[in-house]
C-alpha cells in the first residue's frame, strides 16, 4: 500500500532523492537559460517582412487591435504581461513584438544592453488616459478630475509628475494612501500591477505616473482611495461592471473602449512601436555564474522585492488553509446530509456537486467575484476561499460518502445491539475506520487546492504567482521568479502532504500491529 | 423472562415471520433451527430491536420493547448480541473493544472496566492478545473476542447469530464450550445455527421454524429422535445424513468411503465399530444393488447415524430387480450378519436398511 509505514531512515533517503531531482532540475532550467536559441544575424527585419510571421503582444492591449488591423495575416501571440511578450521577442518565440515605445526602451534599460530593436517608425499613436466606470459616484468625480488635468495640464504639474517617472533614475515617490481624507467617500481605483511606469509595484508600494496623478487628485478633492491591483484583464472586466470606480492608467484611448467605459482627459501621448530582437549581443563574455547571480539579485533584493515573495506567500498559505478547513467542513456537512438518504436531498446534493465539478474553477472565481458579490466590498480573498472551498467539498464529499458507504454494515449493527446510538457509531467507529480510505483522495484534493489558488490573480488578489507576474513585469527576467515559485509551491505541498501522512498512520490501524516479543 | 405474543414481521414481498408466540425462561439455551429463510435470524434480531415488527409483542421482564417509551439503551445493556462474521470494531484493538461500550455508554469507571476486561481475557485464554487489533486474530479468536464484548456489558440474555458458520470445523467446539460455560453462570442465550449436531450439545430447547411460526419445539432429544410433524420429520432427517449420487458404471468406493469419513467427523456423530460399517456399505453396494440395477443411472445412496441404529437408504433404482439373485454366500452372510431391518419400498423405487449400531 501507497501509505506503508516508513521508518525513519527509509524517509530521509526519499527526502535526499527528491532533493536531487529537483537540484538536476534546476540546473537544467538555468543551462537553457543562459544558451537560449540565437537568431539568425542575417535575418531581414522589416514591416513587409512582420505581415507574414509572428507578432508577440500583450491579451486585450491596443497593440493587439493594431497588429490585427495592420497585419491581418500575420500570426498574433497574446501574452498576460507586457514583460512576457517583450521576452518572447527576445528568446525568439515571436519574431516580432508590438508594444508602447518606452516599454521596449525600459526592457533594454533594465537588461543592461540593447536587446530589442525597432523596426520602422512608430505604428499608431494614442492618447492615454484613466479608465472611469459609468456609476452614480463618477457623475461626479468625472468632471471634477477633468477640470483637475486641466488644469495640471496648464501649470506645469504634469509635465513635472511626467518627468518623475518617465526619466529613469529619479528618486520614486512613495504615497501613503491611508493618510487621505476620505470626506467626500472613497474611490476604488484597481490598477494592473505590472505596467512600469504607469503603474506598478515599488518596494511593496502601488507606485506610477497615473497613480500619482489620481493621488493627487483626491488629496485635493477630499476622497479616500482604496487601491486594488488586479490583473489587466480583470480590471477591464471589472471597471465595465462598476465593481471599480477607475481604472489602470496609460490606457490607450480608442473609440471602441468609449463604448463600454468613460475615460478622463488625455494625460500623455504613446508611440506604439513594432520590434524585433537585436541582431548582435553586446555582452556575449558574461559568464554564467554571473548572469545568476545577476538575475538573483534583480528578482529578490532590488527593491526589496523578496517583500513581494513573502507577502504573495503568505496570501497564498492564508487562502490555501482557509479553503481546506472551510472546505472539510462543508464536505463533511455535506456528507452527513447525504446520509440521512432523503431523496431530496441527495438530489440536492447532486446537483450542488455536478455544478462544481463541471465548471472550471477559474470561471466559478470569476462568476463569483464579477456577478455574485459584485455589489459587495468583500475582499477578493475571502471570495476566492469561498470559491476553492466549495469546490474542494464536492469532490471531497464523494469521497467521503463512498468510504463511509463503504465500510461494512456490520460495524453498524455491532455498534447499535451494543446501544450506541447513530451519530456515536458514526463518530466512534464508521468514520474513523472511512478515514482510512479518506486520507489518501483528500491528500491530493489538498495539493490540487493549494496548486489552483495559484489563478487568484484574476480577481485582484496578490498570491504567490501574482507577485512572480509582478516581479518578471519589473525585471523582464522570467526564470529565477518562475521557479522559485515552483520550488516554494512544491516544498508547501510537500510539508501539508507529509503532516496528512502523520495522521493517517495514526488512524491506519492495518499497521498497527502488536508484537510482544 | 421473554415473552413474544403474535409476533408478525413483513417487508414487501415476504413475510418471513407470520405468527410468533414463545416463552423464554431464566437460564434457558434454544436453538433456532429450520430452512433458510424461514426468518430465524430476523426473530432474533426482533428480540433486540435491530428489526422493527409489523405487529405483536415481546415482553422483556414483563414489558413490551416495542412500546415507543421502553428504554432501548436499556435493553440492549440487557440483551447482547454475537454475529456470524464477528463484527469487531476494526479500529479498536481487543481490549478496547471490550472496553468501549461499558466506559463510554454505561458509565463505568475506566479502572473497573479494565480490571473485567482483563478478567475476561484470562477467562478466555487470550490474555497475550490483549493489544492486538482484529485483523491479527483467527476466526475463532475473534468469535471470542466478540462474546467478550456482548457480555461486559452484563447482559442477561446473549442471541448469537450463527456463530459458528464463519468458523472452521474444529473451532465450532470451541464456541460450543464457551457457550456450555455462560449457561452454568445462568444466562439465556438463543442461537441460530445451522449446525444440528451443535444445536443438540449446547441447548436446552430446539425451536424448529418454518412456515412463519414456531413449528415445532421441544428438547433436543425430542426434536432430534422424535420429530412429530411431518416437516420437522423431513427437515431433520435431510439435514442430518449423508448423501452422495454413486453410479455403477464408474464407482469409486474409496472415495465414498473418504467422504462419509469426512462427513461424520464433521458432524461429530461417533460410529464405534467404522469398519464394519464399511464393509457392509461394500457388500450391500456392489454385491447386492449393483447386481441387480438392470440400467445404468445413478443411484442416491444416504447414510443417516441415530441414536441406536444406522440407516442406509438406496433410491432412485427404477429398473431393479427386487427378487434379488445373489450368488455369492460370503456376503449374504456379512450382510444377514449386520442387517436388522429390510424395507422394499417399490412405490419410491428405493430400499432401506437398518444396521445395529
Redesign the interface.
Known amino acids: 500500500m501507497s501509505f506503508s509505514s516508513k521508518n525513519k531512515k527509509g524517509l530521509n533517503i526519499d527526502i535526499i532523492f527528491i532533493l536531487i531531482i529537483i537540484f538536476i532540475i534546476i540546473i537544467l532550467c538555468l543551462y537553457f537559460f543562459v544558451f537560449k536559441k540565437k537568431n539568425d544575424v542575417n535575418q531581414i527585419k522589416s514591416i513587409e517582412d512582420a505581415k507574414h510571421s509572428t507578432i508577440a503582444v500583450l491579451t486585450g492591449s491596443n497593440a493587439e487591435n493594431v497588429a490585427h488591423e495592420l497585419f491581418p495575416e500575420a500570426t498574433i501571440q497574446t501574452y498576460n504581461l507586457n514583460s512576457d511578450a517583450l521576452y518572447a521577442v527576445d528568446m525568439g518565440n515571436a519574431k516580432y513584438g508590438m508594444a508602447l515605445e518606452f516599454a521596449i526602451i525600459d526592457y533594454n534599460l533594465n537588461s543592461g544592453e540593447n536587446r530589442l530593436e525597432f523596426v520602422g517608425d512608430a505604428l499608431d499613436e494614442k492618447y492615454t488616459g484613466i479608465f472611469f466606470a459609468r456609476n452614480e459616484i463618477n457623475k461626479k468625480v468625472l468632471p471634477l478630475f477633468n477640470e483637475y488635468i486641466k488644469r495640471i495640464k496648464s501649470d506645469g504639474t504634469l509635465a513635472e509628475i511626467d518627468k518623475r517617472w518617465f526619466n529613469h533614475g529619479d528618486e520614486i515617490l512613495v504615497f501613503d494612501f491611508d493618510k487621505l481624507d476620505n470626506s467626500n467617500g472613497t474611490l476604488i481605483y484597481a490598477i494592473d500591477s505590472t505596467y512600469p511606469p504607469y503603474t506598478y509595484i515599488y518596494n511593496n508600494q502601488v507606485v506610477g505616473f497615473d497613480v500619482e496623478v489620481v493621488y493627487k487628485f483626491c488629496k485635493e478633492y477630499h476622497y479616500g482611495l482604496d487601491v486594488r491591483p488586479i490583473d489587466y484583464s480583470g480590471m477591464l472586466v471589472g471597471i465595465k461592471s462598476g465593481k471599480y470606480d477607475i481604472g489602470g492608467g496609460g490606457n490607450a484611448i480608442t473609440e471602441e473602449r468609449k463604448k463600454s467605459v468613460d475615460f478622463s482627459e488625455p494625460l500623455r501621448k504613446n508611440k506604439m512601436c513594432l520590434f524585433a530582437k537585436y541582431n548582435k549581443s553586446d555582452n556575449e563574455n558574461i559568464t554564467f555564474i554571473q548572469k545568476i547571480k545577476d538575475s538573483f539579485r534583480k528578482t529578490f533584493i532590488q527593491e526589496g522585492r523578496y517583500k513581494l515573495f513573502i507577502d504573495g506567500l503568505k496570501s497564498t498559505i492564508f487562502m490555501s488553509i482557509f479553503s481546506i478547513l472551510l472546505g472539510t467542513i462543508l464536505s463533511f456537512a455535506i456528507c452527513l446530509l447525504r446520509l440521512t438518504n432523503s431523496n431530496l436531498i441527495n438530489k440536492f446534493c447532486d446537483i450542488y456537486v455536478s455544478i462544481l465539478e463541471g465548471v472550471p474553477i477559474l470561471v466559478i472565481l470569476l462568476l463569483f467575484y464579477y456577478i455574485i458579490f459584485n455589489s459587495t466590498s468583500l475582499k477578493g480573498e475571502y471570495i476566492a476561499i469561498l470559491a476553492f472551498s466549495l469546490n474542494f467539498s464536492a469532490y471531497v464529499s464523494e469521497t467521503m460518502i463512498t468510504a463511509i458507504k463503504a465500510v461494512d454494515i456490520g460495524q453498524w449493527e455491532a455498534a447499535y445491539a451494543l446501544g450506541f446510538g447513530y451519530w456515536t457509531t458514526f463518530i466512534k467507529f464508521i468514520f474513523k475506520q472511512s478515514l482510512i480510505q479518506i486520507i489518501p483522495v483528500y491528500k491530493g484534493e489538498v495539493i490540487s487546492l493549494i496548486k489552483s489558488t495559484s489563478i487568484v490573480g484574476y480577481i485582484a488578489v496578490q498570491d504567490l504567482t501574482k507577485m512572480s507576474d509582478i516581479v518578471r513585469s519589473r525585471t523582464f527576467e522570467p526564470f529565477i521568479p518562475i521557479l522559485s515559485v515552483a520550488l516554494v509551491y512544491y516544498i508547501f505541498s510537500f510539508l501539508v502532504a507529509l503532516v496528512l501522512n502523520r495522521i493517517l498512520l495514526k488512524f491506519n490501524w492495518i499497521n498497527k500491529n502488536y508484537n510482544k516479543n | 423472562m421473554i415473552e413474544i405474543k403474535h409476533l408478525k414481521k413483513e417487508y414487501t414481498n415476504i413475510t418471513p415471520l407470520s405468527d410468533i408466540n414463545a416463552v423464554i425462561n431464566k437460564g434457558d439455551v434454544i436453538s433456532l433451527i429450520g430452512p433458510s429463510g424461514t426468518g430465524k435470524s430476523t426473530l432474533l434480531r426482533c428480540i ?1 430491536r ?1 428489526n422493527d415488527v409489523t405487529s405483536g409483542e415481546i415482553l422483556f421482564h414483563g414489558e413490551n420493547i416495542y412500546d415507543p417509551k421502553y428504554s ?2 436499556y435493553l ?2 440487557k440483551i ?2 454475537i ?1 456470524q ?1 464477528f ?7 481487543v481490549i478496547d473493544n471490550i472496553m ?2 461499558p466506559v ?3 458509565k463505568k469507571d475506566k479502572t473497573t472496566a479494565y480490571k473485567n476486561a482483563i478478567e475476561l481475557l484470562d477467562r478466555f485464554s487470550l490474555k ?1 492478545k490483549e ?3 482484529p ?2 486474530l483467527s476466526g475463532g479468536q475473534k468469535q471470542r473476542v ?1 462474546i467478550m ?2 457480555i461486559a ?1 452484563d447482559p442477561e440474555v446473549l442471541l448469537f447469530d450463527e456463530p459458528t458458520s464463519a468458523l472452521d470445523p474444529t473451532m465450532v467446539d470451541e464456541v460450543g464450550n464457551i457457550i456450555k460455560d455462560l449457561s452454568e453462570k445462568q444466562l439465556t442465550m438463543l442461537i441460530v445455527t445451522h449446525e444440528l449436531s451443535f444445536a443438540r450439545k449446547v441447548s436446552n430447547r430446539i425451536f424448529y421454524l418454518d412456515e412463519g411460526i414456531i413449528y415445532e419445539e421441544g428438547t433436543p432429544d425430542e426434536i432430534f429422535n422424535n420429530p412429530k410433524k411431518i416437516k420437522t420429520q423431513e427437515f431433520i432427517f435431510k439435514s442430518t445424513s449423508f448423501e452422495k449420487n454413486i453410479n455403477k458404471d464408474k464407482f469409486d468406493l474409496y472415495m465414498l468411503f473418504s467422504d462419509l469419513a469426512k462427513y461424520l467427523s464433521e458432524q461429530g456423530t461417533r460410529v464405534s465399530n467404522l469398519y464394519d460399517l464399511y464393509l457392509v456399505i461394500e457388500e450391500l453396494t456392489i454385491n447386492e444393488i449393483f447386481k441387480n440395477q438392470l440400467d445404468n443411472k445413478d443411484i442416491i445412496i444416504r447414510v443417516r447415524v441415530n441414536n441406536n441404529n444406522i440407516t442406509i437408504i438406496y433410491s432412485n433404482l427404477q429398473d431393479f430387480n427386487y427378487e434379488f439373485t445373489n450368488t455369492e454366500d460370503i456376503s449374504n452372510k456379512i450382510i444377514n450378519s449386520k442387517i436388522i431391518d429390510k424395507t422394499i419400498d417399490k412405490e419410491n423405487s428405493r430400499i432401506i436398511y437398518l444396521l445395529d449400531k
Open positions: 433486540n435491530l432501548i439503551h440492549r445493556q447482547g448480541m454475529f462474521s463484527n469487531l470494531f476494526n479500529n479498536l484493538n468501549v461500550a463510554s455508554l454505561y497475550d493489544k492486538c487489533y485483523h491479527e466478540a464484548r456482548a456489558t
